[in-house]
């Protein structure tokens, strides 16, 4: 079975232009946003080191946060991809198992099951997971 770290996801692209003005762009509205409102209620001309500091937490959390989440979303996504081949996988290996194990089937469900597992096994090596589950679904009504 395929590992969440090679699975192929849809989206495989690196780092855009997009993320990286996400990133500059949350963390210069945030810190301008934070350092107001703290200049706004502190009433101190030369400011405290303690309070300068303070005030490049949100400068930082903008630009490491945005690269993070990012990560976090894509992961999500490779999980959820290597999902849908496994449940996909899963069903091809009940299918056959049940073929085998069954006397009952006609040989009409058991061409029919035969023709899905061969498109369900096409659509996997194409990396088009999600047809591929949509597939098995397909398979497992058939024997229920």
Request: charged share 25%.
């Amino acid at each position: 079975m395929e590992s969440v770290e090679n699975a192929s996801s849809p989206d495989k692209g690196s780092w855009g232009i997009s993320h990286v003005a996400t990133g500059v762009v949350l963390s210069i509205v945030s810190s301008v946003f934070v350092g107001s409102l703290v200049l706004t209620f502190v009433d101190s001309d030369p400011l405290p080191l303690w309070i300068t500091a303070l005030l490049q937490v949100p400068l930082w959390f903008g630009l490491l946060g945005a690269p993070w989440k990012n990560e976090q979303h894509r992961g999500d996504k490779a999980k959820e991809w290597a999902k849908k081949a496994s449940k996909a996988k899963s069903a091809i290996s009940a299918a056959k198992h049940f073929m085998e194990m069954s006397e009952s089937i006609s040989e009409d469900k058991k061409e029919q099951a035969e023709s899905l597992i061969r498109e369900i096994e096409e659509l996997l090596q194409a990396n088009d997971n999600t047809k591929a589950k949509g597939r098995a679904e397909k398979l497992n009504k058939l024997f229920n």
